[in-house]
């Protein structure tokens, strides 16, 4: 499988794997930000995809910024769309107690590539 990624910005990083066996890669900011606890923020990447069809890109949390910091993705997994062609960006909120600093480069979430079905829906009546 392949996947066409645009880059939208001139900081931008292609996702990468960290590891030859992981399930997901890794996504990075073109952004500077200062995220204070409890608020929120859409982070660009820098990047589109074209997804082939019959997939999706699922957006999920890195284990270690949770850990260490609180931060997550808000709406995880959140999920990109085998038609959306626009950048990605990661909705990041901080359930920690203090301000965190997401610098240009940082690695702030992952992606990971899945199959989807598509069944088709008969309503019926329950008797």
């Known amino acids: 499988m392949k996947i066409k990624v645009y880059l939208l910005h001139p900081d931008a990083i292609l ?7 992981d399930s ?17 923020l859409a982070i660009g990447t820098g990047i589109a995809i074209q997804l082939p069809p019959l997939t ?12 260490k910091y609180g931060i997550t993705v808000l709406n995880t997994p959140g999920t990109i769309d085998e038609g959306y062609t626009g950048e990605l960006k990661v909705i990041l909120i901080n359930r ?7 610098l240009k480069g940082m690695r702030i979430a992952q992606m990971a590539i899945t199959p989807v079905i598509r069944p088709e829906i008969f309503p019926q009546l329950r008797s």
Do not use: C, N, W
């Not at 997901?24 to 929120?40: R, T």
């Not at 999706?56 to 850990?67: F, T, V």
């Open 15 to 21: 996702p990468t794997y960290a590891h030859h066996d």
């Open 24 to 40: 997901a890669m890794d996504l990075s900011s073109v952004e500077y930000v200062l995220l204070h606890p409890g608020k929120h």
């Open 56 to 67: 999706e890109a699922q957006i999920r949390p890195r284990s270690g910024l949770a850990y």
């Open 96 to 102: 920690g107690q203090e301000i965190f600093q997401v």
